[in-house]
């Protein structure tokens, strides 16, 4: 069974900083490509940033361009999420998706993921 556990979410003060974590367990890890999403209360959920299976290539959103640093460990099956100079439209729930590293479809989009964790909540307090 594939699982994927975020952790590391929190309150903190604008302009600080927090590193989620995605565990993943039940698959060949170092075969998928990791992304991060998130859902902010009343919109949808938007594409944040991935990493492909190798760790070689990362892509970011504009929102967070320069700000968050996505990178991997394949040996412990972990992918982290270094986010720095948050905002409060950082605020949201964030999750943490695998995906085929054989997948064509653009690394933005949710639908290209197959598992998907069950999110921790970052709050940025202004």
């Known amino acids: 069974q594939v699982q994927l556990v975020e952790s590391g979410g929190g309150l903190v003060q604008a302009g600080g900083s927090l590193r989620l974590s995605c565990a993943a367990s039940?698959?060949?890890?170092?075969?998928?490509?990791v992304g991060w999403f998130r859902r902010a209360p009343g919109k949808e959920r938007e594409f944040v940033v991935t990493?492909?299976?190798?760790?070689?290539?990362?892509y970011s959103a504009d929102a967070v361009k320069d700000r968050f640093t996505i990178s991997r460990d394949n040996a412990k099956n972990t992918v982290y999420l270094q986010m720095n100079s948050l905002k409060p439209e950082d605020t949201a729930v964030y999750y943490c998706?695998?995906?085929?590293?054989?997948?064509?479809?653009?690394?933005?989009?949710?639908?290209?993921?197959?598992?998907w964790g069950q999110g921790t909540q970052v709050t940025v307090s202004s």
């Open positions: 998706a695998a995906r085929s590293r054989y997948t064509t479809v653009a690394a933005t989009t949710a639908g290209s993921y197959a598992y």
């Open positions: 990493i492909t299976w190798s760790g070689s290539t990362t």
């Open positions: 039940g698959l060949t890890f170092s075969s998928y490509a």
